[in-house]
C-alpha cells in the first residue's frame, strides 16, 4: 500500500511538471510552490479517506481544511503508525501550518521507520534546525547529516547543511571543505553562489579566496538548417512560432536543447548547444547521437499539436555538418 502511495504521489508531481511547464520555466518559485501544494493536498487526502474503511458511508467525508486533513492523518498513523510516507507528509503539513516542531517531531518518528534513508536523514536535520531557537543544527542533527554522507557523499542537501551546521559552530574552514566538492555538481547562478559562500567562508578562517572559475568549454552545438514546403508556406499562420529540437535517439520526448523562434523568413538556421537546454540535469554535449526535428506552431505552444507544420526529424552526431530539415508535413 505504502509503494502504491508514493508511486502515486511521484506520478502526481510528474504530471504536474509537465503540465505546469511553462510556469515552471518562466517563474520556477511559483511553479515550484503550485506543484507541492497541489501534490501536499492529494497526498493528505489520499491518507485521510483512501483507506478501505472509506468505503464506509460513515466514514466517507472528506476534510475541509487543513486541520480537518491533519486530524484525519493523524488519526490514521495512530491506527498504523509504520508509514513512513504517512509521518513524511505529516510533517510537510504541519510545516505548511507553521508548526516546525510538531513538524520535527514527524520526521523524527518517519526516520525511526527507515533510518537509513539519505533524503530522510537530510529532511529531518533540516527540520530540527528549523525548530531550534535561532535554527541552529545541534548534535544530533549534525550526526544525521554526517551519516548521510556516509550512506551517500554526493548528497546535496546534506552536504550543504553540514557546512551551515559547521560554520554555525565556528568552523568556517572545515565548512568550506564540505561545499568546495558541490562546485563540481552545480551551475548557473547556483554555482556562483556557493562559490561566494565557499569565499566568504575561507575568509573566516584566514584562508584565500578558491581561483576564479575558468569558463565552461564550448561546444560546437548542432547546426541546423530549416526550410518550409512552398505548400505549407501559403497556408503559413500569422505569428506563428518555430521550434527547433534535439532530443535523445529513442529516449524520452523532452528535449535536450530547444530554440523558439519567429516562423518567418526561411530557410532559418539556427545552432543548438548546451545554452538551450531545458533541463539541468542533461546537456546536448552529454550525448554523441541526438535527432533533431522541426515545428511550426500556431498556437506558440511547445507540446504538439494537431495541425501543426513538421519535418521529418534526422539524426545527427556531434561532427556532423549542417542539418537539413524540410518542414513538409502537418500532424494529424
Request: glycine share 8%; charged share 20%; net charge neutral.
Amino acid at each position: 500500500m505504502v509503494g502504491f502511495v508514493i508511486a502515486g504521489l511521484v506520478l502526481a508531481v510528474l504530471v504536474l511538471a509537465y503540465v505546469l511547464h511553462p510556469l515552471w520555466r518562466s517563474r520556477p518559485v511559483a511553479g515550484f510552490s503550485v506543484i507541492a501544494g497541489l501534490t501536499l493536498a492529494t497526498g493528505l487526502v489520499y491518507f485521510a479517506i483512501g483507506t478501505p474503511a472509506a468505503l464506509d458511508s460513515a466514514q466517507r467525508r472528506a476534510p475541509e481544511t487543513l486541520g480537518d486533513a491533519i486530524t484525519q492523518l493523524e488519526a490514521e498513523l495512530k491506527r498504523d503508525p509504520n508509514q513512513v510516507e504517512g509521518w513524511r507528509l505529516l510533517a510537510r503539513a504541519h510545516v505548511a501550518e507553521g508548526d516546525p516542531v510538531k513538524a520535527r517531531d514527524a520526521l523524527m518518528r518517519a526516520l525511526k521507520l527507515m533510518p537509513d534513508d539519505p533524503d530522510l536523514l537530510a529532511e529531518a536535520a533540516e527540520m530540527r534546525a528549523i525548530a531550534a531557537p535561532g535554527r541552529a543544527f545541534d548534535a544530533e542533527g549534525v550526526a544525521m547529516l554526517r551519516h548521510a554522507l556516509e550512506l551517500q557523499p554526493m548528497h546535496q542537501r546534506a552536504r550543504w547543511f553540514l557546512g551551515i551546521a559547521q560554520r554555525q559552530a565556528k568552523q568556517p574552514a572545515e565548512a568550506a571543505r564540505t561545499w568546495e566538492p558541490l562546485l563540481a555538481v552545480v551551475s548557473g547562478n547556483t554555482g556562483e553562489s556557493l562559490r561566494e559562500q565557499i569565499n566568504a567562508a575561507r575568509g573566516e578562517a584566514g584562508l584565500p579566496p578558491l581561483p576564479a572559475s575558468a569558463a565552461p568549454a564550448q561546444t560546437g552545438g548542432v547546426k541546423v538548417k530549416v526550410a518550409l514546403s512552398p505548400a505549407l508556406a501559403a497556408k503559413l499562420p500569422a505569428n506563428a512560432s518555430l521550434f527547433v529540437i534535439a532530443r535523445q535517439p529513442g529516449g524520452p520526448p523532452m528535449p535536450v536543447a530547444v530554440e523558439k523562434l519567429a516562423a518567418a523568413n526561411f530557410p532559418v538556421e539556427v545552432t543548438l548547444d548546451d545554452g538551450d537546454s531545458p533541463m539541468p540535469t542533461m546537456k546536448l554535449s552529454q550525448l554523441d547521437q541526438v535527432e533533431v526535428l522541426a515545428r511550426v506552431s500556431a498556437s506558440g505552444n511547445a507540446i504538439p499539436q494537431p495541425g501543426d507544420f513538421e519535418a521529418v526529424a534526422k539524426p545527427a552526431g556531434k561532427d556532423a555538418g549542417p542539418i537539413e530539415l524540410l518542414i513538409d508535413q502537418v500532424r494529424p
